[in-house]
């Protein structure tokens, strides 16, 4: 639906990024809304787009030691390489200019034309020399530069990836980061092309500055001439491409809710309820509603496109026009001799096309860097949201983890704290549940746990250790979690299970361990292919799994993780009635082995066995208890116990 723009020279107005302004009702119905189009970036993106002319030339060097630190950070050797070779370049066209200038001088004398010939030869001899080291270059700057892209591609993207990966959970979730990361993606791509419309700038700017050198010694006059013949393409490409960028930014979030329902056409998940229900035509309907909203606004651009363009013309005929006047004149007053006005008519054409060149790659480098600058923008956001390197140890061996008046609202969410005040022990080797009815804080309160969040009042105490103070590498180290929505990765049985712990070296006797702890044998040998089996059905020789037997594996990743502290969240939702128990049992097992256990479970029956029962409602601590003193209150946990156990009874 939208791609980032590739040419600020591009005229076309096939601009990518449609205006906000077009959201449709049944968009907004879609979304339970007009969709949001946050401007939390806006003040960086309109300090770019408030740059005229001027400070776009003054920001040039800058432009261009960004675009070799870029090149110098991919290969040093292609950028060396690309640098020489325009440099060399634009020497060379600067030579050959100067020897047309000599060639028509010795040609226009009184002398005889035999004379006039042999007079000319060396300076021919010169320009075909040039012309042909010019060819040599070229090609070998062509060849550096077609080696360097793809590296500054890599480089850039990698960047973008690394920044994405390490930001706290809290980051990902916000919607202006997303938006960041929206529209920096296309800065790896920019920064690619930033590589050759560099080279073209400087080979541009070195012809131009062999033309002006020309002209000026020519006829002091002819310099204005020149610059404003180019004035006007000048203009009309900064309009254009600013347009585009500003279009571009207001609409990077309607186009990702665009790709994301064009997306769920397509994805395997979707496709049973698409089919049963029929959703189909109703997701169509909107994509079709929502481009329709991003053809308007590409039509907008076109026309205004078209419009600044040709107004550029007519000026740019107007100041050719007046150049050639100037001319005629000169020469027509025996201000100039002949051979001067043809040197300067060449050189004024050589030196429009290159000022035209640099203008329009200027235009097109600084457009570029705006992506760029949104990358850049990207990693300093990132590096400021990211997970805190280093700090205090934790205990080796803490007898327990505490909540300490724990307070947390998610990020960007009005309405009631997700846990409120809620103090409680997680003594270390048992088996903890944690109890509550649907939205009652339990997944958030291991989540914090784990350290994904941090409480915004309290504290977590590792024996004396506050949590926020710790080594986050460290806290992460301590845990295996099962959650709910656990990832099934598209890879392989065996890499679903040792993906736990990425970082170790995998071996098949802890991968048969986490298995036989997990119960998950069966599911592996079931396998066509054994744990070597691909588990990603859109591929050739892909498997699907049951839920169970998902769950299965996700609970050997686990164990795979020995993590010193297991948390397991709704372990056994998709699990038959065997299924659990042996679950349940293995999960006990792993209590007796040292780890502690964290639990997260409706199943109350499930919970008879642990050692500690806290219950939560509506984000407060409620009871605390072994199961059987929790019965013996007769509080929320005996409620919800007698409401399953009636359910067995009830005829
Ligand atoms: N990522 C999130 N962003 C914003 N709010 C969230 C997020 N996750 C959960 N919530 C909200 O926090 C509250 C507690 O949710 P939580 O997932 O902790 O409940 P739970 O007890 O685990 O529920 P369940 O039994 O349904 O899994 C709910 O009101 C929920 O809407």
Redesign the pocket.
Known sequence: MEEPPDSAADDSGAADAPRPGGTSESEALLFGGPLRYDTGWSQHEDAFLQLGFRAMLTRLPALLGASFRLAWQADRQAARAVLGAELARGVAQAVSLLAVNSVLARLMTSAPIADRLRGAAPALITMACMLCAAALLRAASTYATGRLEPKVERVATEQYLERAAAVELSAI?DDAFHKLLDTAQYGAASARRMIATATRVVNALISLIAAAGVLTVLHPVLLPLLVTMTLPSAWSALTIARRRYRSFHAWVQHARAGRLISGLLTEAAAAPEIRVHGVGPFLLRHFRSMSEAAEEEQARLARLAARTGLIAAVWTGLATAATYATLGGLLLAGAMALSVAGTAVIAIRTGAASLDTLVLEVNSLHEDALFVGDLDRLCVEAARRSIPAGGAALPQDPREIRFDHVTFR????A??D??RDVSLTLPTGKIVA?V??????????V?LLAGLYAPDRGRILWDDVDAATADRAQLAERIAMVA?DFKRWPFTARVNVAIGRASAARTDERLRTSLTEAGAEPVVADLPRGLDTLLAKAFTGGHELSGGQWQRLGIARAAYRRGRILVV??PTAALDARAELEVFEKIRALAGTGQTVVL?T?RLASVRHADLVHV?DE?RLVESGTPEELLATGGVYAELYALQADQFLAR
Do not use: F, V
Request: hydrophobic residues 20%; charged residues 25%; proline residues 4%.
């Open positions: 979730e998610y990020p960007g969410t309405g009631r997700a846990l944690l509550g009815e649907n939205g009652s804080g339990k997944t958030t309160l989540k709910q969240d709704e997260i409706h939560l984000g």
